[in-house]
Nanobody
Framework: VQLQASGGGLVQAGGSLRLSCAAS????????MGWFRQAPGKERDFVAS????????SYSDSVRGRFTISRDDAKNTVYLQMNSLKPEDTAVYYC?????????????????WGQGTQVTVSS
């Protein structure tokens, strides 16, 4: 599986962005998908995950209620809608695919990673 993230950019605090992650391969619908982020000088942290049936999602405490993960298996794409953005959301955002079921929150549970897309939130 190859993953291509896009949709990052510069936005003012309180604004919104939607990230997309397009996947290659015919088995996209069988993967649990996730978003992680990494701020300068910090570790890569879990943001959100959605299972292969889109019946279950998981969010980090810092984004719950503001971000929404979704997927469109017909388009082999997973999305991250980010609302009410804060300066502390500034990071490079990565999408990832896991062959494990259920939403996954740990880096080591993911098998494939896309390149990152930069999100910068100005105050």
């Amino acid at each position: 599986v190859q993953l291509q993230a896009s949709g990052g950019g510069l936005v003012q605090a309180g604004g919104s962005l939607r990230l997309s992650c397009a996947a290659s391969g015919r088995t996209f619908s069988s993967y649990t998908m996730g978003w992680f982020r990494q701020a300068p000088g910090k570790e890569r942290d879990f943001v959100a995950s959605i299972n292969w049936r889109a019946s279950s999602t998981s969010y980090s405490d810092s984004v719950r209620g503001r971000f929404t993960i979704s997927r469109d298996d017909a388009k082999n794409t997973v999305y991250l809608q980010m609302n009410s953005l804060k300066p502390e959301d500034t990071a490079v955002y990565y999408c990832a695919a896991s062959r494990l079921g259920y939403p996954r929150t740990h880096l080591y549970e993911y098998d494939y990673w896309g390149q990152g897309t930069q999100v910068t939130v100005s105050s």
